[in-house]
């Protein structure tokens, strides 16, 4: 089971989720690359969800623990849905839209936890336009932060299968 494959992937979401930990402009993390990665490469479930929920909860309890992380890890475990719809399908094109989508999805759900718990904004339909006006500098990096992590992971895990056949999904790994 756990086999070469397995550890790399491991490896290289546990770096990402570590890399959270270094100084970076805000918002500027790799949490929907590490879902979407996870969801589109680990080929059982069970992984593709484990090892990316489990790598975001050991980097937040040395980040700290927030209200909004029920919304954060419900938008994780979507993201990595995502990403197992991803896995027979992946193309430059479809990794991209998909990047772009998680990054929305978090956006949308993050902020408007913001606003309903946060006590910044009113509630109402204008609290709730000024909470996502407000946050829009906010994803310019998340997108940007999710982009390239998202190159880093599949383009890194895709370099490597190239040169480490032992790396490339055999059929009795499939089910």
């Given at each position: 089971?756990?086999?070469?494959?397995y550890?790399?992937?491991t490896?290289?979401?546990?770096?990402?989720?570590i890399?959270?930990?270094?100084?970076?402009?805000?918002?500027?993390?790799?949490?929907?690359?590490?879902?979407?990665?996870?969801?589109?490469?680990?080929?059982?479930?069970?992984?593709?969800?484990?090892?990316?929920?489990?790598?975001?909860?050991?980097?937040?309890?040395?980040?700290?623990?927030?209200?909004?992380?029920?919304?954060?890890?419900?938008?994780?475990?979507?993201?990595?849905?995502?990403?197992?719809?991803?896995?027979?399908?992946?193309?430059?094109?479809?990794?991209?839209?998909?990047?772009?989508?998680?990054?929305?999805?978090?956006?949308?759900?993050?902020?408007f936890?913001?606003?309903?718990?946060?006590?910044?904004?009113?509630?109402?339909?204008?609290?709730?336009?000024?909470?996502?006006?407000?946050a829009?500098?906010?994803?310019?990096?998340?997108?940007?932060?999710?982009?390239?992590?998202?190159?880093?992971?599949?383009?890194?895990?895709?370099?490597?299968?190239?040169?480490?056949?032992?790396?490339?999904?055999?059929?009795?790994l499939?089910?």
């Open positions: 089971m756990f086999n070469s494959r550890l790399i992937l490896a290289m979401i546990l770096i990402a989720a890399s959270r930990l270094i100084p970076h402009p805000p918002n500027f993390a790799p949490i929907a690359a590490i879902a979407l990665f996870g969801g589109a490469y680990f080929s059982q479930k069970r992984f593709a969800f484990i090892v990316p929920l489990a790598a975001l909860f050991l980097s937040d309890l040395i980040l700290g623990l927030h209200q909004l992380m029920i919304l954060t890890y419900g938008c994780f475990v979507a993201i990595i849905a995502i990403g197992l719809w991803l896995q027979k399908r992946r193309t430059a094109s479809r990794i991209i839209a998909t990047a772009f989508m998680s990054s929305v999805l978090f956006f949308v759900v993050t902020n936890g913001v606003w309903m718990l946060s006590g910044m904004y009113t509630k109402n339909i204008n609290g709730l336009m000024t909470c996502y006006i407000a829009l500098p906010f994803f310019q990096n998340t997108l940007a932060g999710d982009l390239v992590y998202i190159g880093i992971l599949f383009g890194g895990f895709a370099f490597a299968q190239k040169q480490f056949p032992a790396l490339r999904l055999s059929t009795s499939t089910h």
